[in-house]
């Protein structure tokens, strides 16, 4: 007996399946991060575009421009990475425990500083300087 015909059917399936959910989920974040630059004041669309979003970020936080060189740096990276998203969180009027949000379940926080009532109160790094 030949299964092989049955498993490759059974797999092509299930692969259609994931990529849908993926696209689901890949345009509900979208959704989400576009909310998040809009309340910010920055235009939506920017999101879309790959380096300059992260140009928008820095701005949306109070960082400088030039941060960008460290999110090239490997383990800096990753500092950087965290100071980003704690000063996002403080833009929007939030504390640690969101921030700590951000950091260990980011998809879910970006969706709930979207589409929450919180609103941009200004660039945290220029607040705190």
């Known amino acids: ?5 049955d498993f490759s059917s059974d797999l092509t399936g299930m ?10 989920v890949v345009i509900i974040m979208i959704a ?24 928008v970020l820095l701005q949306i936080v109070g960082r400088p421009i030039w941060w960008i060189l460290l999110l090239l740096i490997p ?23 969101f ?11 970006i969706l709930i500083l979207g589409f929450d009532k919180s609103k941009y109160v200004g660039p945290a790094a220029a607040q705190a300087a």
């Open 75 to 97: 383990l800096v990276n990753i500092v950087i990475g965290i100071i980003v998203l704690s000063d996002l969180s403080k833009s929007f009027g939030h504390g640690v425990g």
């Open 15 to 24: 692969s259609t399946g994931m990529i849908i959910l993926w696209a689901v």
């Open 32 to 55: 989400a991060e576009w909310k998040v630059f809009t309340k910010a004041g920055k235009p939506g669309w920017a999101i879309l575009i790959p380096i300059y979003n992260v140009i």
């Open 1 to 5: 007996m030949d299964y092989s015909a």
């Open 99 to 109: 921030t700590l949000g951000l950091i260990f379940l980011g998809p879910i926080f």
